[in-house]
């Protein structure tokens, strides 16, 4: 089975830098699209980043174009998202998933796989 394990959160003034780290395991991921998603305490859970591993595709959610970058390294089979630029409105429950699809995907719906989920807590 797909195994993804969430690492990088913590703490970080406002304005700061944070580098999370989505290491997937269990299959091979040349078809899988993998995400980032947030949840915040009292909303609801949102779309932040995704990458094609195939052909390194990109999308992001407008609330961080520009800040963040999500990437991955095939020979890890790690993803990551570099947060630049933080805001206290940044912090949440940041998890990982993924999804057997050569498309980007951005309804956490369409994701079969995911993590259990790192804290990012940024201090104004």
């Known amino acids: 089975q797909v195994q993804l394990v969430e690492s990088g959160g913590g703490l970080v003034q406002a304005g700061g830098s944070l580098r999370l780290s989505c290491a997937a395991s269990?299959?091979?991921?040349?078809?899988?699209?993998m995400g980032w998603f947030r949840q915040a305490p009292g909303k609801a859970r949102e779309f932040v980043a995704a990458?094609?591993?195939?052909?390194?595709?990109?999308a992001y959610a407008d609330s961080v174009k520009g800040r963040f970058t999500i990437s991955r390294d095939n020979a890890k089979n790690t993803v990551y998202l570099q947060m630049n630029s933080l805001k206290p409105e940044d912090t949440a429950v940041y998890y990982c998933?993924?999804?057997?699809?050569?498309?980007?995907?951005?309804?956490?719906?369409?994701?079969?796989?995911w993590g259990q989920g790192t804290q990012v807590t940024v201090s104004s």
């Open positions: 269990g299959r091979t991921f040349s078809s899988y699209v």
């Open positions: 998933a993924a999804d057997r699809s050569y498309s980007i995907r951005y309804s956490q719906f369409l994701y079969d796989y």
């Open positions: 990458i094609r591993w195939s052909g390194g595709s990109t």
